[in-house]
């Protein structure tokens, strides 16, 4: 069984800073791709940015030079650090891993819950 548990979210004002935290536990051989993903009220689920296991980063156009991905491969955990949030950064945002949990599996999709972070004044 794998889980994944995020952490970090809540309430901030517009220019504020939060970091979500994302670990992997469980049955676990190996992980690829983690990211980070959101979704707004009435919006499609839509990424916010993925990080591969050596490190290449890639981000959606509307984070991109606010938000920074990482990862510690010895922790099993993936981090997103989010500076100078707008109000439109609202939305419930879910830890996506690509896992093989044997060495004779292929990768498979897991998600964490989700947390919601809020952008008000």
């Known amino acids: 069984q794998v889980q994944l548990v995020e952490s970090g979210g809540g309430l901030v004002q517009p220019g504020g800073s939060l970091r979500l935290s994302c670990a992997v536990s469980?049955?676990?051989?190996?992980?690829?791709?983690m990211g980070w993903y959101r979704q707004a009220p009435g919006k499609q689920r839509e990424l916010v940015a993925s990080?591969?296991?050596?490190?290449?980063?890639n981000y959606a156009d509307s984070v991109k030079g606010r938000f920074l991905i990482s990862r510690d491969n010895a922790k099993n955990t993936v981090y997103l650090q989010m500076n100078s949030l707008k109000p439109e950064d609202t939305a419930v945002y879910y830890c996506?891993?690509?896992?093989?949990?044997?060495?004779?599996?292929?990768?498979?999709?897991?998600w964490g819950q989700g947390t919601q972070v809020t952008v008000s004044s």
């Open positions: 996506n891993a690509q896992i093989r949990t044997t060495s004779s599996t292929n990768s498979k999709d897991y």
């Open positions: 990080i591969a296991r050596g490190g290449d980063t």
């Open positions: 469980g049955n676990i051989f190996r992980i690829g791709p």
